[in-house]
């Protein structure tokens, strides 16, 4: 948290210090960064496994005076609405408890954790927006998904979930994804209010990693592509770094 704050405020510091452009008459090009929060309402597969799920990610990228975005994007998955119903059910008791290192009864939690990594490209339409900068933006991407269950326990300390012995419960799937932003970028002529906003959908194809599920040792662990989809919205705050104009002197 510490390195983002840092980070955050670099670049911000970074962004005044070298001065601004004319964005109000002129299509500008400059490097930028940005950071989004999205929230997304699974589909297909993925809706068979989890629910609702948020991310937070960042994009570094350039934008070219003709309005082209070219970048690459990182996103951090996460959510606690887990469905699956036989995790760790091979664990329980008759009572259809866990029990701890120390013989009660332990408190298991689930949440997913996930990540995807993609280069993307997009286009700005210039006559869309209030400057020749701002308008209706296009983004598409292309690249690697990884997702999981994490299982954690609340204070109690249960071998049969800790280390290797997790890799048979975690469901961890992995593979390509491909995505899409449709939205609104707005790029203040002065100041840091720069943002963009809309819809953004997901689509993963992807396959399970693990060889076995221990929680159903006898069934067929699934072998065949998934398409891993989510769709829903996403905010994100931009951070243009403009180079300083020259300014002419004159002595007499």
Known sequence: ???ICFLLFFFITFSI??????????RINTPYVSVHYGANIPDGDFAERFGFTSHLGGIIGYKTNFNYIFGLEGNFMFGNQVREPYLLENLKDAQGTITNFGGGPAEILFFLRGFNINGMMGYIFPNSGHNPNSGVIMNLGAGYL?????????????PQIEGDYL????????GLNTNQFLGYSFMANEGIVNFYAGFYFVQGFTYNRREIFWDRPEFQVPTERRLDLQYGIRLGWLIPVYKRQVRDFYFN
């Open 167 to 174: 890799q048979g419960y975690d469901r961890l799937t992995t």
């Open 146 to 158: 990884w997702h999981r269950i994490r299982i954690e326990s609340r204070e109690d300390d249960v």
């Open 1 to 3: 948290m510490k390195l």
């Open 17 to 26: 210090t070298w001065g601004q452009r004319n964005v109000i008459e002129d």
